[in-house]
């Protein structure tokens, strides 16, 4: 199983991003997709999920600005980013989980400017 993100970059404070991660490989019709972010120097934490039955669930942190989305068909998960703020700063990882195994993506920059 691979994972690839896209969709990092700079941005203003209030502004918006999308990130893409499409997951390829063997995967399993039952799965969850996650975002986790981690600031260098700090443990990485989690952002967003969401299950194969399109079940959401947030940091609280993120509640209200951000949007987590998956087509199943295309075994992509999407986090639509609102309002953000310089303490959104972060690398941004993706990660399947399928039958107790986690698989991770190389991280995205995410850079909010005050």
């Known amino acids: 199983v691979q994972l690839q993100a896209s969709g990092g970059g700079l941005v203003q404070t209030g502004g918006s991003l999308r990130l893409s991660c499409a997951a390829s490989?063997?995967?399993?019709?039952?799965?969850?997709m996650a975002w986790h972010r981690q600031i260098p120097g700090k443990q990485r934490e989690w952002v967003a999920l969401?299950?194969?039955?399109?079940?959401?669930s947030y940091t609280d942190s993120v509640k209200g600005r951000f949007t987590i989305s998956r087509d199943s068909a295309k075994n992509t998960v999407y986090l639509q980013m609102n309002s953000l703020k310089p303490e959104d700063t972060a690398v941004y990882y993706c990660?399947?989980?399928?039958?107790?195994?986690?698989?991770w993506g190389k991280g995205t920059q995410v850079t909010v400017s005050s």
């Open positions: 990660k399947l989980r399928q039958i107790g195994i986690d698989y």
């Open positions: 969401i299950f194969n039955t399109g079940g959401t």
């Open positions: 490989g063997s995967i399993d019709s039952i799965n969850v």
